[in-house]
């Protein structure tokens, strides 16, 4: 596609349920990233999908989340239990690797969380 | 490790005067330096990057930014506002070392609106 695209746009869910989202990366990006947006924290890094590499997981914030991207392309961030804090925008971003210098991360729109 | 620090979280002007949103960083391994744009209700859009080279860098639309090494700085400039750059804006960094431009570290952001 032309752009990040992640979906739903807007998520609301009862505390204690699970939620998935969804990013379809740029056509061509082996790199994919997923961010959290939210009031008092700013953006904070999550994970980081390198073409067959194992994830940088660095950033998840409990064991309650996980992600995994399937055939290289499409990511799904799923979080388990969802508890209040968790609502926040989501965002994903793709990249070519950084020895194509002359490139960026791209963003998505986000998915809105809010846990209810 | 890296951190950004922007110390501004709000900055209001009026129309046509000029601006700086200020950034500094702090990295123990030689870094890439970016500011993304978030205009309302869209997504992070990279508005200019300093890779190497010049240390002045520049935007489409009218913006610039210097790196000053000396200073850990990263500030972002324009000499005349317009009220369509009303956004929130961030400044980020990567390891210049690392394989990917996606894991990012950003500044907590600035919300600039320009008053006509």
């Known amino acids: 596609g032309a752009g990040v695209s992640q979906s739903p746009s807007n998520k609301v869910t009862e505390k204690g349920k699970d939620v998935e989202l969804r990013c379809d990366p740029i056509?061509?990006?082996?790199?994919l990233y997923w961010y959290r947006q939210s009031l008092g924290q700013g953006l904070e890094f999550l994970i980081y999908?390198?073409?067959?590499?194992?994830?940088?997981k660095s950033g998840l914030p409990s064991d309650r989340f996980s992600a995994e991207r399937t055939g290289g392309s499409v990511s799904t961030l799923t979080i388990q239990r969802t508890q209040q804090e968790d609502s926040a925008v989501y965002l994903c971003a793709s990249s070519f690797p950084m020895v194509k210098r002359n490139t960026e991360a791209f963003f998505g729109q986000g998915t809105r969380l809010t846990v209810v | 490790a890296q951190s950004v620090t922007q110390l501004d979280s709000q900055v209001p002007v009026f129309e046509e005067a000029p601006v700086e949103l200020r950034c500094n960083y702090s990295s123990s391994v030689s870094v890439y330096l970016f500011w993304y744009v978030q205009y309302p209700n869209q997504g992070l859009q990279l508005l200019l990057k300093y890779l190497s080279g010049s240390t002045l860098v520049e935007s489409i639309n009218g913006f610039e930014a210097e790196f000053n090494k000396s200073q850990t700085s990263f500030h972002l400039r324009k000499p005349s506002v317009h009220i369509s750059d009303t956004a929130e804006y961030f400044c980020?960094?990567?390891?210049?070392?690392?394989?990917?431009?996606?894991?990012?570290?950003f500044g907590q952001g600035t919300i600039l609106t320009v008053h006509p």
């Open positions: 980020a960094v990567v390891n210049a070392g690392g394989t990917s431009y996606g894991k990012l570290t």
């Open positions: 056509s061509g990006h082996t790199a």
């Open positions: 999908f390198q073409g067959n590499s194992a994830p940088d």
